[in-house]
């Protein structure tokens, strides 16, 4: 390990695929997992297919802690948020980099890491994990050509922000961390919503109840727009209406599966910022409950 070392948390698809494109640029890099995954990771590497960016396998390493003074980039889902803020607490990073969807997780972070540089960062591509847990190397699959992570502005000089743009990652620069996570924000948050609510792809979910639809896009746009990023209803469904009609979200996946997700980091999330703005959101209610009503064993 050199001083340069970046510390990935999070053995998911997004940090695993991120881990495996650094390594492959020829940073040093480890993996920060549970000690199962850290195990299976270690033992035997990971898997990576992409349809725009090659296939190879990646010799990681990981362990179980986040080493000292170590470059950090922060992947884990946001219920693992509280998780990673214990693994930082002493280790004093140099740097963080946070890749997840929702807002509330950099309070989580900096609160954790007083004066230590915490930034809020966005990362899109359509990237799934399989194989985790078992024996042999898990598989991260990238499907697509999108592959883009956005950064503040004030953020690009950043180490670990330069070693991503060894990468085939597509780096670019967005305002600040507030616009950067809000970007992202406004059509994920419907995009996975709708996708869960109707358990199905984005281009049918538009459709299923155009009023609804309606409704819930322009809530959330008023809400982008009182937390400094314009937007319109209009803007969301063109945004949405330019994915590939079967395109899905993991938080789909997660309800399918009987969990909640990041129902709240991402559903939640827009409520309580519209909610501190006087903005009543009945479209965003409604949709958040349908979902809920899916993770609940029956009665």
């Not at 992409?50 to 889902?77: N, Q, S, Y």
């Not at 590939?244 to 827009?270: F, T, W």
Request: charged content about 20%; cysteine-free; proline content about 5%.
């Amino acid at each position: 390990m050199t001083d340069n070392l970046i510390a990935i948390i999070g053995a998911g698809a997004i940090g695993g695929l991120t881990a495996a494109m650094l390594q492959q640029a020829g940073h040093d890099v480890v993996v920060v997992a549970r000690e199962k995954s850290a195990r299976q990771v270690t033992e035997h590497g990971l898997d990576v297919t992409t349809d725009e960016f090659g296939t190879w396998h990646a010799p990681l390493v990981a362990t179980t802690e986040v080493p000292h003074g170590a470059r950090v980039i922060v992947a884990v889902k946001a219920e693992g948020v509280a998780d990673a803020a214990a693994l930082l607490d002493g280790t004093e990073p140099t740097e963080v980099l946070s890749l997840l969807n929702g807002l509330d997780h950099l309070d989580v972070l900096r609160s954790a890491l007083p004066g230590v540089r915490v930034v809020g960062a966005t990362i899109a591509g359509e990237t799934l994990r399989t194989g985790a847990g078992g024996f042999g190397p898990a598989l991260v699959r990238h499907r697509g050509a999108l592959l883009r992570a956005v950064v503040p502005d004030d953020a690009a000089g950043l180490g670990v922000v330069a070693a991503l743009r060894d990468t085939p990652i597509e780096v670019v620069t967005g305002g600040t961390d507030t616009e950067v996570l809000w970007k992202k924000l406004r059509f994920l948050a419907p995009l996975a919503l709708l996708t869960s609510a109707w358990a199905t792809g984005i281009g049918d979910a538009l459709t299923r109840d155009p009023r609804l639809t309606s409704g819930l896009l322009a809530e959330i746009a008023a809400t982008a727009t009182a937390e400094g990023v314009p937007t319109t209803g209009e803007d969301l469904q063109g945004i949405l209406g330019g994915f590939p009609a079967p395109m899905r979200s993991s938080l789909q996946a997660d309800i399918e599966a009987g969990h909640e997700g990041e129902l709240d980091a991402i559903g939640g999330a827009v409520r309580r910022r519209a909610a501190s703005h006087g903005l009543p959101t009945p479209h965003l209610d409604d949709v958040i409950a349908r979902i809920a009503t899916r993770t609940r064993p029956p009665r």
